[in-house]
């Protein structure tokens, strides 16, 4: 037996809600790999699971949380034995699949990458989906050649997880990094993370008015989008790129192709949900050697199961800053 966050839908009403149940190993869904999981976190998409409408979820009862880092308990896949050390981030887990809020989990072992020497199940969930997803943006924008000589490096949303860890990576890799922010409060801790200067939001929340503006970035990691990504586009130095992660600030894009066309601007879209298991490894293994530990503490706020369905619902409000990190025995 053992313990999980279990969303349920009540038919009648269409309502759904959240509370920590105990559960059996015959409930959980079919897959290779047993788990005992260690840790997970709070996501924007575990909000959207555990609120009243529902979000995500299609199937209930549900287990939500779209990550998690623990210890091989069974397995009917050569690759993984038990004691084995893994971390999971993506594959809809915890959306269309049973995820992390629970003390067992048991997936596809091709969901599964182990965990890289010098990072332990807590620190992996300290990082957990948003940092693998900032780590994937620092790549991409690497890949397209930034260097910390081109010039400094947008991140908005820069108090979220994503944002978060992205100053941190960056900093630590020796760029300039620009870190925008609605909450004049968050200055410090970014500050503390690596950002060398504090962008306020409003700044970059102005209706577009002209297509191009200075040249201002010579890379960002949007995780914002929206209007917020169209001002930024018109921003950017020649040849630089955007990697955008984000719908926090809508689906649309107004903006226009001449900073595509004018100055060669590279829009990368950022998907953390099935990333080849090569790219994953080493998102991974860059992890465990390009961000700096020290300053992953500085972004934690622990939790336990029944912390859960608050935080679910601060997290759709922007009311959490950093990584939460769920102990799942706490």
């Known amino acids: 037996m053992f313990k999980a966050l279990v969303v349920n839908k009540d038919e009648d009403s269409g309502k759904t809600s959240a509370a920590v149940e105990t559960l059996s190993l015959d409930q959980l869904p079919d897959a290779e790999v047993t788990v005992a999981v260690d840790y997970s976190t ?49 594959w809809r887990v915890g959306e269309a699949h049973w995820g992390g809020y629970s003390q067992k989990a048991r997936v596809r072992a091709d969901w599964l990458v182990p965990l890289p020497e010098g990072i332990d199940t807590r620190q992996a969930m300290a990082v957990g989906t948003a940092g693998f997803t ?17 010039g400094p490096v947008l991140v908005t949303g820069a ?8 100053t941190a990576i960056l900093a630590n890799l020796g760029y300039d990094v620009a870190a925008v922010t609605g909450r004049p409060e968050t200055a410090e801790y970014l500050t503390a993370l690596g950002a060398t200067q504090i962008v306020p939001r409003e700044e970059l929340n102005e209706t577009v008015k002209r297509p191009l503006e200075s040249e201002n970035w010579a890379g960002c990691i949007d995780a914002v989008g929206g209007a917020m990504l169209a001002r930024v586009l018109g921003q950017m130095k020649y040849g630089g790129s955007v990697a955008a992660v984000g719908l926090a600030g809508g689906a649309g894009l107004p903006a ?70 769920v102990d799942l025995n706490g």
């Open 256 to 325: 226009t192709v001449i900073p595509f066309l004018l100055r060669g601007v590279n829009l990368l879209g950022i998907d953390s949900v099935m990333q080849p298991y090569d790219n994953r490894l080493r998102a991974w293994q860059r992890v465990a050697t390009d961000l700096p530990m020290e300053k992953l503490e500085a972004m934690v706020q622990p939790a336990t199961l029944s912390d859960l369905p608050k935080l679910g619902a601060d997290i759709l409000q922007g009311q959490v800053k950093g990584r939460v990190v």
């Open 134 to 150: 900032a780590m994937l943006s620092v790549m991409a924008l690497e890949d397209h050649g930034l260097t910390p000589d081109r």
């Open 159 to 166: 108090a979220g997880g994503v944002g978060s860890v992205a």
């Open 42 to 90: 709070v996501n924007y998409k575990d909000g959207l699971c555990i609120g009243p409408g529902g979000g995500l979820v299609r199937r209930y009862p549900h287990v939500p949380g779209i990550d998690f880092a623990g210890t091989v308990e069974a397995s009917n896949d050569d690759r993984y034995k038990p004691g084995d050390k893994v971390v999971l981030t993506g």
